[in-house]
């Protein structure tokens, strides 16, 4: 079965969030299952620079603004796919970040960029490369949302289409006045069986309503976002689709994530042997400037800083964090007011709370590996990939009881804050009493090294789900 992902991110390349963790990971794990997978990604110019041994594939003439669209194939450096690109300068060809310019604001033409993602990848479903065709165009997020619609609109399509919402709260929605230029159907811009959302054009609606099957990227969270409190107005869109909609937890990539030989790490450790744990909580606490302290329970952060990953909650617990004698790493970025916050508290606290504002993959992995406890207190968390390399690396997950983290955390290896929102106090108290019995706590991490999240099984899920 041949497989083509669409997305906005790829790690290494460009990546703003877990999603590109996914997309780099899931189509190998398709492989080594015995499929066959590529990816399409639009052609930004950390794309462009990886792109080697490509060939063009077809031109697509003058497109949503651009005068000229070559679809390339090619290797793109550190993934382990091909890869499609789609080469628009007009369009891709800019400074900033994926879809924002470095001032911080959207891209006043992402309608046109990523109709374009869209088009592509369901013009690959419909023959676009003589040498390979997909059997499924499996679009992911709102980025890739238009390629179940054109799909759709395309009665001589005969790939199938596959939609995975990661996370429903980023939707893509347009003025309805720019309809017109997505060279859809009129009947496609309608509120019941269309992608109009309340007078928007939605592309996040637009992959619901025409993906052939829809996922998300958890059990637990494909239940929440067809409830009114998770669904961002969309539940009840959700509800009509049940029966197509699955959640497939996402794993991570084994290879990248490994305490056994983190090339960001001051040492090295596995479940047998922890020592190599402790120095690197020693090395953390040095990096930061805190008081190198094996007893402290150190807590890490590692986030966008947003209201749904819940660190204003963190913001509030801190007075209890300080008091109950346990440390704090951050590493985040965004909310202006949550940074203020977290680095007037690490002024404040410059022996026992260290923050860094900014995004640093590195830094990243020496938190998840030196932190006694990674916390994850989201709202809502579509799957959460901070808790699975937590538990790899033995960093006890802290999360709220929601979503992913519901569905990979349990008592045995973390401890769940909420909600409700008061519970955080409660549950760095605990944490804090069980770190106090080194025994106990480490039988939790050694089982929480032991958790399988390697993508084999969830890729054997979406290839059930591809043969339905
Ligand atoms: P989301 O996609 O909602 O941001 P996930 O937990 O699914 O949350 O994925 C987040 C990914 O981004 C993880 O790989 C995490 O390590 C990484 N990440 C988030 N913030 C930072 C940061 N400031 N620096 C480095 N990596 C980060």
Redo the contacts with the bound molecule.
């Keep these: 079965m041949n497989i083509v992902h669409a997305a906005a991110e790829i790690?290494p390349l460009v990546?703003?969030?877990?999603?590109?963790?996914?997309v780099a990971a899931l189509p190998p794990a398709l492989l080594r299952a015995g499929a066959d997978a590529r990816v399409i990604v639009p052609g930004y110019p950390a794309i462009m620079r990886a792109l080697h041994a490509a060939h063009a594939v077809t031109e697509f003439g003058p497109r949503f603004n651009a005068p000229q669209v070559t679809l390339r194939y090619g290797r793109l450096e550190g993934v382990a796919v091909g890869a499609y690109v789609i080469d628009a300068p007009a369009l891709y060809d800019r400074a900033g970040g994926p879809y924002d310019a470095a001032d911080g604001w959207a891209y006043g033409d992402n309608l046109q960029r990523f109709a374009l993602l869209g088009y592509a990848a369901a013009k690959l479903g419909a023959g676009a490369d003589p040498l390979w065709r997909p059997d499924v165009v499996h679009a992911h997020d709102w980025h890739a949302g238009l390629a179940p619609a054109y799909m759709a609109a395309d009665p001589a399509n005969t790939a199938k289409s596959v939609f995975t919402i990661?996370?429903l709260a980023y939707q893509g929605n347009f003025w309805e006045g720019e309809f017109h230029k997505l060279g859809l159907p009129d009947a496609f811009m309608r509120p019941y069986g269309g992608m109009e959302f309340w007078r928007q054009v939605s592309f996040m609606k637009a992959g619901i309503v025409f993906g052939r099957r829809i996922g998300t990227?958890s059990p637990t969270y494909a239940r929440e976002i067809t409830t009114a409190e998770f669904g961002c107005s969309l539940d009840s869109v959700l509800r009509e689709r049940a029966a197509d909609l699955r959640g497939i937890l996402?794993g991570i990539d084994t290879d990248l994530w490994n305490p056994v030989n983190d090339p960001h790490c001051a040492a090295a450790y596995d479940r047998t042997n922890l020592a190599g744990k402790h120095a690197c909580k020693l090395a953390l606490q040095r990096e930061f400037g805190l008081e190198e302290r094996k007893d402290a329970l150190l807590f890490g952060v590692?986030?966008?800083l947003?209201h749904?990953?819940g660190l204003d909650l963190l913001l509030g617990a801190l007075p209890t964090l300080l008091a109950s004698g346990a440390q704090l790493v951050m590493?985040?970025?965004g909310d202006p007011q949550l940074e203020h916050g977290f680095r007037s508290a690490a002024q404040a606290h410059a022996s026992r709370i260290g923050v860094?504002i900014?995004?640093?993959?590195g830094?990243?992995h020496r938190i998840?590996a030196g932190a006694d406890s990674i916390m994850?207190p989201?709202r809502f968390?579509?799957?959460?990939?901070?808790?699975l390399?937590g538990l790899r690396y033995g960093t006890l997950p802290f999360v709220r009881r929601t979503g992913?983290l519901a569905d990979s955390v349990d008592e045995r290896v973390g401890f769940f804050c909420g909600p409700p929102e008061t519970a955080i106090h409660e549950t760095i108290k605990r944490a804090v009493t069980l770190h106090r019995d080194p025994d106990r706590w480490q039988t939790m991490m050694v089982e929480a090294m032991g958790r399988e999240h390697d993508w084999s099984s969830s890729a054997q899920r979406y290839l059930q789900l591809y043969a339905e």
């Design positions: 790690h990546k703003t969030g877990g999603l590109a963790d996914v990661h996370n990227v996402n590692v986030t966008r947003s749904q990953k590493l985040g970025a860094r900014g995004y640093d993959e830094l990243a998840v994850v989201s968390e579509p799957c959460g990939l901070t808790q390399y992913g």
